[in-house]
């Protein structure tokens, strides 16, 4: 297969040519595509250079696959024109994610929806990701009533300038801010732009992703995301309202028993996740699942995942594995 991978030079990039190399993806020709200060860097993959080039090449190019992870003008602008010309898309950014004529893909969940004429697919949202591949079981088993979701967000998901902040804060040096206010030290209860609502995008992101990916719209969702000075990954406390009556351990075994979870939960060994573990993996991570004593139907667990792998980078790669194992794309 012929690959583009469009923002090549960012973190999400990094992290995709990372996974391209560790999942030994059938890579004909690598396409590593960027901006146009960028166009002419080289980068290494599997011990060879590769020269950057810009969006106009990229797209005469005619690749298989492209691998976007270069924001949402420049998806709005570009996916498009590379789908026109027999291009399948898998975008990252928040462009496509609500477009109803788009699928939002989690392969584990809803792979089986994709087809050939999708040209377009879109990546969830980070924080969605890891939250959905543990309650999509569980939803199936117990149909989720209501969710209370409480996040502590990476900085990395911000990008390199957030973590130059905190690496300058951290040292007492004054820093380019990322954020309205310092982030050693600090938890600033604001991730992305608040709404009318008082929401920030980032809340309702999971709440609408959520209802698309898990087809529906009945269960209560609300939520508050936190950014943390952490580099590892992404947390999220969610407490879950079934409509059915479960026992704990069966959740912990259903879990258990689900194709890219990892439980790690045993308190009294002081075993849960944290993202100082989970950095480097393509697994989400659940732990401390307890019964809601307020609520009989309801389970508070802790969820933890690299978010640039699992919640980015390896998501993205996953669909274009599936869509190869599903014969859904074809060489141009």
């Given amino acids: 297969m012929k690959i583009a991978v469009v923002g090549a030079t960012g973190m999400v990039g990094d992290i995709m040519l990372k996974v391209l190399e560790e999942r030994n993806f059938p890579v004909s020709e690598l396409l590593l595509v960027a901006s146009e200060r960028s166009v002419g860097k080289k980068i290494n993959f599997k011990g060879t250079h590769h020269t950057v080039i810009g969006l106009e090449t990229a797209v005469a190019s005619r690749p298989d696959i492209a691998l976007f992870s270069a924001g949402g003008t420049t998806s709005v602008e570009w ?16 462009a496509w994610r609500m477009d109803p004529s788009k699928k939002l893909i989690v392969p584990e969940i809803n792979g089986q929806s994709l087809t050939q004429e999708d040209k377009i697919i879109a990546n969830p949202n980070c924080s969605t990701i890891q939250m959905v591949m ?35 804060e951290s040292k007492g040096l004054e820093a380019e801010p990322a954020y309205p206010h310092p982030i050693h030290k600090n938890a600033i209860p604001h991730c992305d732009v608040f709404l009318e609502n008082d929401y920030t995008k980032e809340e309702m992101k999971l709440v609408h992703e959520t209802h698309k990916i898990l087809n529906d719209k009945t269960m209560g969702v609300t939520a508050t ?10 947390s999220e406390a969610v407490n879950i309202e079934f409509e059915k009556e479960f026992e704990v351990e069966q959740i912990r075994e259903i879990l258990q028993n689900t194709q890219g979870i990892e439980v790690q939960d045993k308190p009294s060994d002081q075993l849960y996740p944290m993202p100082i573990l989970a950095e480097g993996s393509n697994s989400v991570f659940v732990g401390r699942i307890r019964r809601d004593t307020s609520h009989s139907n309801a389970v508070n667990m802790w969820i933890v995942a690299d978010n640039l792998r699992k919640g980015a980078a390896t998501n993205t790669i996953q669909i274009a594995e599936y869509l190869i194992a599903n014969a859904l794309v074809s060489s141009n």
Avoid: M
């Avoid at 996916?79 to 928040?94: Q, Y």
């Avoid at 995301?225 to 992404?234: D, E, L, M, N, T």
């Fill in 79 to 94: 996916a498009p024109k590379f789908a026109a010309v027999g291009t399948t898309v898998i975008d990252n950014s928040s």
């Fill in 134 to 168: 543990a309650l999509a079981p569980l939803h199936q088993e117990y149909k989720i009533k209501r969710l209370v979701i409480s996040t502590y967000q990476s900085i990395t998901g911000t990008g390199v300038k957030a973590v130059q902040q905190l690496d300058r």
């Fill in 225 to 234: 995301a936190v950014r943390i000075p952490v580099v590892g990954g992404h």
